[in-house]
């Protein structure tokens, strides 16, 4: 993997949307908000600032202009560069070609699992799989509203690619279950205590 100037991924999203119109910081997030881009990648409203600043100094965004509406405070107006257009499709070339080593949370908890006991994970899996059937609602129902406006496959992807996965964590979770059972005398007992299946 290329070590970039900017690896943030909210800076992805950003050279995205400047790609297609000049906006400024505010326009930026308000844009990422209603695009949906915050289930897929962490910003708050300083973090989008910083990431700006820091496309600025690399050369992939330059101001624009700066403009006044009323008595509000200046509003610098930033558009992508060239380096920055070159930046952009090399980076998305290299996330959608190359797999790369990502750490979810969800895997750090499962590598470092027994240290609780089988009778508090049984709950806990249970709870999941709740929490999991939800996002997978959740998700399925943002793309059958967002066909039902007419928006193309293309642009729904991402939530598609959400779908897949969130399938493959369920039927993970259903299947940690028999494992769980298997294991649970032998774990609880490592804890001191009795196995209690429900």
Known sequence: ???????????????????????????????????????????????????????????????????????????????????????????????????????????????????LTPNEVIPLLRNRLKGLADLRAEAEESIEKSEAEGVPALFLIEEQYRVSLLDAEITFVQNLFAHVNEWGPMWAAAHGEEYRPE
């Open 1 to 115: 993997m290329k070590k970039r100037q900017v690896g943030n991924l909210l800076a992805l999203a950003v050279l995205s949307y400047l790609s297609r119109a000049a906006m400024h910081p505010y326009e930026l997030s308000k844009t990422l908000r209603n695009h949906g881009d915050a289930r897929s990648i962490k910003f708050n409203h300083g973090s989008l600032y910083m990431v700006v600043q820091q496309l600025a100094k690399a050369g992939f965004v330059a101001e624009q202009e700066v403009n006044r509406d009323g008595a509000r405070p200046e509003r610098t107006v930033y558009q992508i560069t060239d380096a920055g257009r070159e930046e952009l499709r090399d980076w998305l070339r290299e996330l959608v070609g190359e797999p790369q080593h990502e750490y979810p949370a969800f895997v750090s908890a499962l590598s470092m699992i027994a240290a």
